[in-house]
């Protein structure tokens, strides 16, 4: 059972490491659930105050932060903790760009139970089914509304004063609005803008709750139901498709393209925000990875490379299309030309 | 709700990352299940080998190598795939250090509850009880003892070649045997040292096992019960207590040293080989990271710092202490002197 010389000199922290991972994501739902990264933006840096603050044992709390430095979420100064500029604009519930309520979403059980089979999923290739996640208002969509808003305003923001700057009138028309963020921060960037919010019903209370939020409710209308079966309307210039194209196979997609087409003004344009890898399927990572949770999610969807969002857009009957970079909001666009 | 200057600077990814972090232990798991790193070994690169051999569609195979490939655990060429040093040799399961048997361990559903009440885990300072792992027979310990070996029998062989070397009869006492590997590294490393291992009598068919299976079955004997209960005999030269210490509080550690003081030779050691983070408890990142682990599964257990270990042998009567490295094996041994 000795092993090779070879062998000696290689270390198994990569597989053990590995294995330990998801205690990262552990840690972290924790802290933010204990509200931890608000207790210190309070003030509270010793390790006393900080337990005091958040209610718990002082040992639990410094084990947590400590574990919460290794990752970089907080620094440690001697006892003492600190927030990074990333925890404190993220992380403490008092910031504007406050985006601890993407755990719900991200972490909650029934997201961790889709990879659980992780070998029949590999096997099947992809989910058994979309347990109902693409039927009328199921309730996962009205979570991922409330949950993840504040991590997608950042690229509604940088997308918007991109292509909705002026004060020229402008149709948009956003498809999957879920927050509504993509297309109300059109109507915020442009006093003439229109935007048309399309989702299911029940999600839709969240985009015009959003929309009154931001005093946009006037130009802000929308259509209830599945952007396969609406009539989406017609003259519009911009049409929003965010997140949306991963969770259905190419066909499935190119049909939803061609009705898009029809409904755009000549001139008009697609922007799809998503995650959406290198050709290589392996760079960026988080685009990479983010193929993995869609084979657990959806029977056919996938992270798609732009290659392949050109072509979906193309056999769609789209001009021309193009990739541009978001960050520092973790996704990219395609901009698709009528 | 519109973002500071600031904050638009800075990129929430370490946010999302962290979040989705789980997504790399369930990749790794479902790819150790699934035999794909043999599957590669065995010649197998192409996707639809790779596929045909694991019995699973294409898509999914690809997902998951690719996934594995942006972790670090294949390399991709084109659309094939290799394993690399690590995975060869740790992930191969023709290989003698095949190491994929700690999934087993590290990711069942009894290891990942420890965690699931984080919260309730940071609150109280620790597990609510030790779930029974330290009574008698635990099973738990029967799956430790044959998932971990082949990653302790890397620091087994380190140290026993420091310390067993050579042909002097010597009497070596292994405290929480487990598996036996550094017990029986001893017994391999010196054809007259006599090995004495110490664990439940469930676990000790494990060692047993072991012990014939390395050809020194009759210099291992064995002590089945408590280390804190039974009598551990006396003149022995070395005493072995691996990954033991990190279990209990400080004072519980401190009573067991004092019988193992009693058990040695004089100019007899202890080698307590374990996770051990710097004084700061942020480095190394896997020892520090370590101590969430004990606060999850123990009441009172901790990843224990050099200083702190070593005022535990100081209070057990030992005269000095020092810490030694292991690597390429990822833990750091601690050797104490009567």
């Not at 090779?4 to 330990?20: E, G, K, N, R, Y």
């Not at 099947?124 to 949950?147: C, K, T, Y």
């Amino acid at each position: 059972m000795s092993s090779s010389p070879q062998t000696q000199a290689l270390s198994p922290a990569i597989v053990f490491d590995t294995l330990q991972a998801y205690q990262r994501t552990v840690a972290l739902r924790g802290a933010i659930d204990l509200d931890l990264f608000t207790a210190i933006a309070e003030g509270n840096q010793s390790l006393g105050a900080i337990a005091a603050r958040i209610q718990a044992s002082e040992k639990g709390t410094r084990v947590l932060c400590d574990f919460l430095a290794v990752m970089g979420l907080l620094t440690k100064q001697g006892s003492g903790y600190a927030l990074t500029p990333e925890s404190a604009a993220f992380l403490n519930r008092h910031s504007p760009a406050y985006m601890g309520t993407m755990a719900r979403f991200l972490v909650n059980p029934q997201t961790a139970a889709m990879l659980e089979d992780i070998t029949g999923v590999v096997r099947r290739g992809g989910a058994e089914s979309d347990q109902g996640a693409l039927e009328a208002d199921h309730p996962i969509w009205v979570e991922f509304a409330r949950s993840m808003a504040p991590m997608m305003r950042m690229g509604a923001e940088l997308i918007a004063k991109m292509f909705g700057a002026g004060s020229r009138p402008m149709k948009v028309l956003d498809i999957s609005a879920s927050h509504g963020a993509f297309g109300i921060a059109f109507a915020t960037q442009n006093p003439q803008a229109k935007v048309v919010g399309l989702d299911w019903a029940n999600v839709l209370e969240v985009a015009k709750e959003n929309a009154r939020a931001a005093g946009v409710a006037d130009r802000y209308s929308t259509i209830a139901g599945s952007a396969f079966e609406m009539d989406l309307g017609s003259g519009y210039d911009i049409v929003l498709i965010p997140n949306f194209l991963h969770h259905f196979d190419a066909a499935t997609n190119e049909s939803l393209l061609r009705k898009v087409h029809a409904a755009l003004s000549p001139g008009g344009i697609v922007l799809a925000p998503d995650f959406i890898p290198h050709e290589d399927r392996i760079t960026p990572a988080r685009d990479a990875m983010f193929s993995l949770q869609m084979l657990g999610a959806t029977p056919h969807g996938d992270a798609y490379t732009f290659l392949e969002l050109e072509a979906m857009f193309r056999n769609a009957g789209f001009a021309r299309s193009e990739l541009r970079d978001l960050s520092p909001h973790p996704q990219r666009l395609v901009v698709s030309y009528k």
